[in-house]
């Protein structure tokens, strides 16, 4: 009878010490460091910590300095582009610092770009990739080689998406003979007039 009791006794003491590891996990390290260091101490395989925010920062403002330095040299006629906050390192205007809530990011991917570009949709007709906030489809978030911050020459953007055969495709051909680009007869985000025609 001894040894049974001694068996609950052990079982007994092995879930509460369960259980307080447990709590202990979920709610008593909000510091992420002190987090890493109790799992990494009762768990093998915890991947190791991110490093700061800070830390980050410098090191893309250091892999991109070079980069920073031929944008601001550059001669006026040039086709690259930057996205003024990166420039001003204002990585707070659209990262956040709880990386684990909408990918770093203020606010929801596809509402990013609106939080400061508000008011450049304008008519009924609305480009799919700008009616549903997917600017990354033709942009870039921090910089260009490209105007706008493009990820590639207007004159060959468009034809990432469509491949579809054009109305009026003798009228498109003669265009491209002539290095018009699809921008200088369509708006690439919004318009009144059908097929988004300026």
């Not at 002190?34 to 892999?63: M, W, Y």
């Amino acid at each position: 009878m001894q040894r049974k009791n001694t068996y609950f006794y052990f079982i007994r003491i092995l879930l509460l010490a369960s259980c307080l590891l447990l709590c202990l996990l979920l709610f008593g390290c909000s510091d992420p460091v002190q987090r890493h260091k109790f799992l990494s101490l009762v768990f093998d395989g915890v991947p190791a910590v991110p490093p700061p925010t800070e830390e980050i920062c410098a090191d893309i403002a250091a892999n991109t300095a070079d980069y920073l330095v031929e944008i601001e040299g550059q001669q006026a006629g040039s086709k690259r582009s930057t996205h003024k906050p990166y420039v001003e390192k204002h990585c707070k205007d659209c990262h956040s610092s709880n990386k684990t809530v909408d990918a770093g990011l203020i606010v929801p991917k596809q509402e990013l770009c609106f939080v400061c570009h508000e008011d450049f949709i304008h008519g009924q007709n609305v480009h799919g990739p700008v009616a549903v906030g997917d600017c990354l489809s033709c942009h870039l978030p921090h910089h260009s080689e490209y105007p706008s911050l493009l990820i590639d020459d207007p004159d060959e953007i468009c034809a990432h998406c469509h491949q579809e055969d054009r109305l009026a495709e003798a009228m498109h051909d003669r265009f491209v003979d002539k290095t018009i680009s699809c921008g200088e007869c369509h708006d690439p985000h919004a318009g009144e007039i059908r097929y988004f025609l300026k």
